[in-house]
Nanobody, 124 residues
Framework: QVQLEESGGGSVEAGGSLRLSCKAP????????MAWFRQAPGKEREFVAG????????NYADPVKGRFTLSRDRAKNTAYLQMNTLQPDDTAVYFC?????????????????WGQGTQVTVSS
């Protein structure tokens, strides 16, 4: 079992920033990609950003391109999602995910392990 520990959610005004963290066990973090998804009330879970095991390849959903940055720190076994210029439409529960796979899959069913989620609320 792989447990992911998320932190960093909260409430901000539009235009503000937050940084989400996702800590994984070393045995998973070293070789597996990491990703963030989000789910707003009444909507399906959607891909936000992904990063491959090396940190050299990232991809982002169109709504967050240019505003969000995903990185990973091997020394801390932690992935970080820096979210800038937040908008009310970014309000959702954000989930960290990982899987024994390659690349940076963008579909939720590609990921085997999930965090419990952290709430991000952006007010206008």
């Amino acid at each position: 079992q792989v447990q992911l520990e998320e932190s960093g959610g909260g409430s901000v005004e539009a235009g503000g920033s937050l940084r989400l963290s996702c800590k994984a066990p070393a045995r998973a973090f070293v070789d597996w990609p990491m990703a963030w998804f989000r789910q707003a009330p009444g909507k399906e879970r959607e891909f936000v950003a992904g990063i491959d095991y090396s940190g050299g390849l990232t991809n982002y959903a169109d709504p967050v391109k240019g505003r969000f940055t995903l990185s990973r720190d091997r020394a801390k076994n932690t992935a970080y999602l820096q979210m800038n210029t937040l908008q009310p439409d970014d309000t959702a529960v954000y989930f960290c995910a990982t899987a024994y796979t390659t690349g940076t899959p963008t579909t939720a069913n590609s990921y085997h392990y999930w965090g419990q989620g952290t709430q991000v609320t952006v007010s206008s």
